[in-house]
T-cell receptor
Framework: AQSVTQLDSQVPVFEEAPVELRCNYS??????LFWYVQYPNQGLQLLLK??????LVESINGFEAEFNKSQTSFHLRKPSVHISDTAEYFC????????????FGRGTSLIVHP | NAGVMQNPRHLVRRRGQEARLRCSPM?????VYWYRQLPEEGLKFMVY????????ESGMPKERFSAEFPKEGPSILRIQQVVRGDSAAYFC????????????FGEGSWLTVV
């Protein structure tokens, strides 16, 4: 069985401030990890993913996440947020070689204030 | 548009009616997932299908809900005798079917039961 915990349901920040959205997972096998972003009334879009190799992965719009196996975490960070980053962010885990079904966290609402 | 296509985007049904939600996966994808999103509850897995085969339906309610993915045509999520509690956003996702694959989401179908 696998599970994902997103510790913060809502994270308010001011524009240009740094932000970290936390994600912890549990799994009995090796994992693949994903962050998705959802804008209002839209579907989920892949932001970045970790499959193997470098533990630090980056997106094209300045987000990054680091896979930490010892702490079973995959926190999402951005050094300077924009108003347009306001959205719901979902962390997801898939077990390697096992279930093909991703398990999602409950989501973190990032609210960027001017 | 080569993405995952869902329709209708919005559907209103009276209690007791049937709702049918359709999903066409991305080109080249043979695996489809259905998730339900309720306010404050994140994404809940419902069912995972391959062409003509249900692989995992552990998240499907035992009654009134069914899903299929025929050899030809879109995947269908069918909800019979809808109740107010079925009001939610229903998301379809697809993948090529390997364990490390990213799953890609459609824009969702918003069901409102009045």
């Amino acid at each position: 069985a696998q599970s994902v915990t997103q510790l913060d349901s809502q994270v308010p920040v001011f524009e240009e401030a740094p932000v970290e959205l936390r994600c912890n997972y549990s799994s009995s096998v090796s994992v693949y990890l994903f962050w998705y972003v959802q804008y209002p009334n839209q579907g989920l879009q892949l932001l970045l993913k970790y499959l193997s190799g470098s533990t630090l992965v980056e997106s094209i719009n300045g987000f990054e996440a680091e896979f930490n196996k010892s702490q079973t975490s995959f926190h999402l960070r951005k050094p300077s947020v924009h108003i347009s980053d306001t959205a719901e962010y979902f962390c997801a885990v898939k077990g390697e070689g096992g279930s093909y079904i991703p398990t999602f966290g409950r989501g973190t609402s990032l609210i960027v204030h001017p | 548009n080569a993405g995952v296509m869902q329709n209708p985007r919005h559907l209103v049904r009276r209690r007791g009616q049937e709702a049918r939600l359709r999903c066409s996966p991305m080109k080249g994808h043979s695996h489809v997932y259905w998730y339900r999103q309720l306010p404050e509850e994140g994404l809940k897995f419902m069912v995972y299908l391959q062409k003509e085969n249900i692989i995992d339906e552990s998240g499907m309610p035992k009654e009134r809900f069914s899903a299929e993915f025929p050899k030809e045509g879109p995947s269908i999520l069918r909800i019979q005798q809808v109740v107010r509690g079925d009001s939610a956003a229903y998301f379809c996702a697809s993948s090529p079917g390997l364990s490390g694959d990213t799953i890609y989401f459609g824009e969702g179908s918003w069901l409102t039961v009045v």
